[in-house]
């Protein structure tokens, strides 16, 4: 039996949760959330809990049973609470800013990048233009975004420049050493 399967998902008082064959709507404070799961897959609603359950114990039931309780409860707590990913940017005269709903992204290249967000994601850019947070209601959409910005300019191993993840370690390499002789 699958352990993270077999929990049963709390609900929060303002949140709304509709089933209707496989197709599961959530609403709450934050937007509304919908997907679709698997048919073989049972969702059922039991006062304040949501419970999960598959018809068998065949391999892909097994990896649909947690996968489909983990992108629910994603759902509830995205619709509650929201999800949020911080990116540092690092370097000699690499910035961010706002224009309007769009962000900017200098990023040493002969030209700034231009980064329109998909509709229920926001940026917010603290003073000083060194920090990005996405966020939104989709955990799955926000990974994405980040990640799109991340990949403009990843961190390079030398000197550390580039956009990464807050709290990301980046291994660093040995530059070149002088000559030794000849």
């Avoid at 629910?72 to 609470?81: E, F, P, Q």
């Avoid at 990005?132 to 990640?147: F, H, P, Q, R, Y």
Wanted: no cysteine; proline share 8%.
């Amino acid at each position: 039996m699958s352990r993270i399967g077999k929990k049963p998902i709390p609900i929060p008082d303002k949140v709304h949760v509709e089933i209707v064959d496989n197709q599961v709507t959530v609403r709450g404070p934050k937007g509304t959330l919908s997907r679709t799961f698997h048919p073989d897959i049972k969702i059922e609603q039991e006062g304040k809990f949501l419970k999960v359950q598959r018809p068998t114990d065949q391999r892909t039931h097994r990896a649909l049973h947690g996968l489909s309780r983990a992108l629910l409860a994603n759902m509830i707590i995205g619709v509650s609470a929201g999800y949020s990913k911080t990116l540092e940017i690092e370097g000699t005269g690499y910035r961010v800013e706002m224009q309007g709903p769009k962000l900017m992204l200098y990023l040493g290249y002969s030209h700034p990048i231009e980064f329109a967000p998909p509709p229920g994601i926001t940026f917010e850019v603290p003073k000083g233009g060194r920090t990005v947070t996405v966020s939104g209601v989709d955990k799955e959409l926000v990974g994405e975004i980040a990640a799109r910005i991340r990949r403009q300019r990843p961190p390079e191993p030398y000197k550390g420049k580039g956009i990464r993840y807050a709290g990301e370690q980046v291994r660093r390499k040995a530059g070149k050493t002088g000559k030794v002789g000849k």
